[in-house]
């Protein structure tokens, strides 16, 4: 009897991510349920919303943003993350309330993109 090999946690996240950059371009074509009359619920990314979108495909050509379930059309489709990157500046003004000074030191924060479509 013949059993799959066994890939590390890495090894898997590795194999998705490599899968999910084959199948970007598709994320890019518009919405097409094809020319046949089959009554199939599909999902396919709107790349100007952003947002997986629920569509009837007729069973017959279309194109590949085509996904059987939502789950997998958000997993390959996913916009990029953005996360904070922050410094510290000092601030020495007071805050509405007199007895209560602001702390020296305040966080600001800008987004940077990750380059993880999510």
Known sequence: ?????????QEEMLFVQLWKEMLRPQTSLPQ??????AYFPRWWYNIETEVCTEFIYGGCQGNPNNFQ???????????????PTCSVTK?????EHQSFPRPEQSWRCK????????
């Open 1 to 9: 009897m013949y059993e799959a090999p066994t890939l590390s946690r």
């Open 69 to 83: 379930t939502e789950g997998i059309c958000r997993v390959i489709c996913k916009k990029k993350r953005k996360s």
């Open 32 to 37: 097409d349920p094809g020319p046949c009359l």
């Open 111 to 118: 987004w940077k993109d990750l380059g993880m479509r999510d």
């Open 91 to 95: 601030s020495k003004q007071l805050s």
